[in-house]
């Protein structure tokens, strides 16, 4: 079946009362580049894909209140007219489950729990290669994409080796970028082949993790590019002048560089975006970031030494973040060692999943990212302390999304 060529709003809508299974689903799709709905009621799975026209959607079986078999049948006239699919996804005996899901009309039917060889092996040929130019800016009011989620490493990781760097997309065009670590590069080159002239890149700090990608930056070639920089201001950094050491290459024809400083306080960076700034707990002058950007708040944070709740709080710098972060929509903190081995980061300004899940909890966050893992980590420790932060998150508040940045991954507000 060759892959549907509709204009969609996204390419999946997962349809699953199954929290854990479907945001499983949900981060191996995002992680290829594909962007993602998902639906908990079934119910409105019809009107939603009528609305939205995703390539393929995900049902499962076992859902409260209806079959998944009726929303599949009453699903594929309307999606498969559009050249989409539709596929069924159960945890009862294949055996007897896919036969009848391709008699209501799938394409195909996965088994749960979910496999990432699996998932990969049975979507990817009906999706077809994610869309490079809607990863940047989507029809949903804000996209968040993770270019670079933590130190630099030397080999291979799901959860990636690309250091700090995000960009937030508006449906107007507007680009704003986040720190420009070794991810900008991965950014920048997307943005080669962009239609877009602008973008704001805005720095918290000056440490290498978070600069380092600006040099050879292939932005600063591309014809009649406006790159707007911002960072705090720091006595021992001259912005600008680093600026043009970075680009010492040479700009290409018709590109401008603008630059400016922050200091703690409000900027009004266009119509649609207002930006608050504040000064972490991290060595050297360092800012915290809050984006209003359509009506969602963004905050991030990725050099951030908070207190632990047993400890008495003389800089007050919890209550600062946690006023500065209340109601986030999404909040990127922190959360750069496991908490038994805090003792030994103490004093260079980071913290553990512990103390950001405890900031997002008293701030209202609606989903935490957790941000900056130590490098040294293996794939398998950052698996365990992502479940153990997603254990004590459904414990203590249902409702709050949270998972371990990784490269790659895209947020839709």
């Known amino acids: 079946m060759p892959p549907p060529t509709i204009e969609s709003e996204y390419d999946v809508l997962i349809v699953d009362d199954d929290p854990l299974q479907a945001a499983f689903l949900d981060q191996a799709l995002r992680l290829e580049g594909y962007v993602t709905r998902h639906l908990v009621d079934g119910s409105h799975a019809l009107d939603e894909a009528r609305r939205a026209k995703p390539r393929l959607v995900v049902v499962d079986i076992v859902m409260p209140g209806i079959d998944g078999l009726r929303v599949c049948q009453a699903l594929v006239p309307d999606v498969s007219a559009r050249g989409g699919a539709v596929v069924v996804a159960s945890g009862k005996p294949r055996a007897v489950e896919e036969p009848r899901a391709l008699k209501a009309g799938a394409v195909a039917y996965l088994q749960k729990p979910f496999s990432v060889p699996e998932v990969l092996a049975v979507l990817q040929p009906l999706l077809g290669k994610p869309d490079g130019g809607r990863r940047l800016l989507s029809s949903s009011s804000v996209r968040v994409q993770i270019w670079g989620s933590r130190s630099a490493g030397e080999s291979g990781s799901a959860f990636g080796t690309r250091s700090c760097s995000i960009s937030v997309g508006l449906r107007t065009g507007e680009l704003y970028l986040l720190d420009a670590g070794t991810g900008l590069q991965a950014c920048a080159a997307a943005l080669m082949s962009h239609p877009i002239e602008t973008a704001t890149l805005l720095l918290t700090h000056y440490h290498p993790g978070h600069v380092e990608g600006l040099f050879g930056l292939p932005l600063v070639r591309k014809p009649k590019f406006v790159l707007r920089v911002a960072g705090p201001a720091d006595i021992g950094v001259d912005l600008r002048g680093f600026l043009a050491k970075a680009f010492e290459s040479g700009q290409g024809p018709g590109v401008a560089v603008q630059a400016w400083t922050l200091d703690e306080g ?101 989903h935490l990212s957790l941000f900056h893992l130590a490098a040294s980590y293996s794939d398998a420790k950052a698996s365990a302390l992502e479940t153990a932060a997603r254990q004590k998150a459904s414990q203590e508040r249902p409702s709050l999304r949270c998972d371990l940045a990784r490269d790659g991954a895209m947020i839709d507000l």
């Open 266 to 366: 409000r900027y009004e960076l266009s119509d649609n975006v207002v930006l608050h700034t504040l000064y972490a707990n991290h060595p050297t002058t360092t800012l915290a970031f809050a984006l209003t950007v359509a009506g969602k708040k963004i905050v991030y944070c990725p050099d951030s030494e908070l207190t632990k709740a047993s400890e008495v709080d003389l800089s007050n710098t919890f209550e600062r973040l946690r006023s500065f972060a209340l109601g986030a929509d999404l909040l990127i903190h922190d959360a750069h060692s496991a908490p038994a081995d805090l003792p030994r980061f103490r004093g260079q300004g980071h913290s553990s999943w512990e103390e950001a899940l405890r900031l997002a909890l008293e701030a209202g966050v609606r």
